[in-house]
């Protein structure tokens, strides 16, 4: 049997977890999944909407019966399990080097087009 505080905390966890791994952060679980967009993979993506789904009729204590419990947990494992698999320091690790390529690209460049610039004039 689903109840409230069950979804709550389940909302709660993954939310906070959301923060911790994406570093999104949302007054509801709903707002924090519009904010990762396309952070997220489709699938987990339409999983964390059932789960606000959920949070949003758990408000009301006969609305909450419309939710299995099944699927409200198979849907909390499997963002957890996507979540727990994200490496933060890996994630900064690549955004950081993929800048450093890009300005090593555009500077290489630059180079080629001033050597070639002072070829065409004759000054090379």
Do not use: C
Request: net charge positive; charged share 25%; proline share 2%.
């Amino acid at each position: 049997m689903l109840d409230q505080k069950d979804v709550q905390n389940k909302v709660l966890k993954v939310q906070l977890e959301m923060q911790a791994k994406l570093g999104v952060q949302g007054r509801d679980l709903d707002q924090a999944l519009r904010r990762a967009g396309r952070r997220l993979p489709r699938g987990v993506r339409k999983q964390v909407a059932t789960l606000a789904k959920a949070a949003f009729y758990a408000r009301n204590p006969k609305m909450v019966r419309r939710f299995e419990g099944h699927e409200v947990q198979a849907a909390y494992d499997a963002v957890m399990a996507h979540l727990d698999s994200i490496d933060v320091m890996e994630d900064r690790k690549d955004r950081v080097l993929g800048i450093a390529g890009a300005i090593a690209f555009n500077l290489l460049s630059v180079m080629v087009a001033f050597i070639f610039y002072l070829w065409w004039r004759g000054y090379v």
